[in-house]
């Protein structure tokens, strides 16, 4: 077996030659074992052309077999740099130690592959001058993300001690956060939703509450306005599992509004000719805002919460359904 995470293989080929007791395993499933990698990055390599078995293409669904000779090569992997970027941001909070910025949606957090820059770590680079991380860190004073197209409230780290004590009350669960989001259909006035939640059985960039190795999940919820087919609800999530709330809510047949993932296939289909429009003119991704963090400071210890007003998109429906609730 041999890392590749290091990058020490990057731009180098290889060759494995099967053996009978990974007969019949899939080729994604062989190439993650063997190459100690995510099944994800080992699917991708197939995808990409970058693996052959028996001199020829297949899929990353393919069965191996004992003695096929799967060919490979792993592509050079350029390091990728956090630069400052003159970027807006939407400053709630600032003192030396943190920031809580209003995210707003079609932000990705922090540099990745294919998102190398414009990322609210860029413009934090830019906008505080006095962040302490090394230059090459990708994730300087992240301490919990948003999805790119979720916007709203999220804290900032300016240095270490910060970002530790900061993350331990992550840990701790002793931080609050609350959701604002629109959803299909009208939930109960109050619930809790209590189902696990990993990575979906089939689809494996999706999470699902059907997963066979799901981790606990907590979300309660208050109906806070419902407008004929949509509602808007608030979720308070005691745990903090990837895509928690979308995949509950879609769990409980109400998925949110504008979910290309988790929603319904024909979303159009589930509204009235009036909610239609609107979903129409204002909904470009999914609708969820982070509204309210609260926590206590990393460095004084002093109590503090915060709100983080909707951006335009949400802020327009709501109010054009209001306008409509009079004929409802």
């Known amino acids: 077996m041999v890392n590749i995470d290091t990058g020490a293989l990057s731009g180098r080929e290889f060759e494995l030659i099967v053996s009978e007791k990974d007969s019949k395993k899939r080729l994604d499933v062989f190439l993650s074992a063997h190459l100690d990698c995510s099944r994800n990055f080992a699917s991708n390599l197939v995808l990409e052309k970058n693996i052959i078995v028996n001199n020829k293409d297949v899929k990353p669904s393919y069965k191996v077999k004992s003695e096929d000779k799967v060919c490979g090569r792993i592509p050079e992997v350029r390091p990728i740099y956090a630069e400052p970027e003159k970027i807006s941001l939407n400053i709630i909070f600032e003192d030396e130690h ?40 990708l994730r300087p004073g992240i301490v919990h993300r948003l999805d790119k197209d979720t916007s709203g409230a999220i804290v900032i780290a300016k240095n270490p001690r910060a970002l530790e004590r900061l993350g331990q009350s992550f840990k701790e669960r002793t931080v609050n956060k609350k959701y604002l989001a629109f959803v299909h259909g009208v ?142």
Do not use: C, W
């Open 98 to 137: 943190i920031a809580v910025i209003n995210k707003p949606p079609g932000m990705v957090v922090h540099p990745s592959p294919g998102h190398s820059g414009n990322t609210l770590v860029n413009a934090l680079l830019y906008h505080f001058e006095n962040v302490d991380f090394p230059k090459d860190s």
């Open 187 to 328: 939930p109960a006035a109050k619930g809790i939703i209590e189902k696990p939640v990993g990575r979906h059985l089939t689809e494996r960039k999706k999470m699902s509450v059907n997963s066979k190795n799901g981790r606990y999940a907590l979300t309660y919820f208050n109906l806070v306005r419902s407008f004929e087919d949509i509602s808007l609800v608030e979720a308070d999530i005691k745990t903090g599992r990837t895509h928690q709330i979308r995949v509950h809510f879609s769990s409980e047949g109400f998925p949110l509004i504008g979910d290309e993932i988790y929603g319904f296939k024909h979303p159009m289909k589930h509204l009235g000719d009036k909610t239609r429009v609107v979903v129409k003119k204002y909904v470009k991704r999914q609708m969820l805002h982070s509204a309210y963090i609260s926590f206590l400071h990393p460095i004084t210890g002093e109590a503090l919460e915060f709100e983080a007003p909707f951006f335009d998109d949400m802020k327009s429906m709501l109010y054009e359904l209001e306008r409509l609730q009079e004929v409802f």
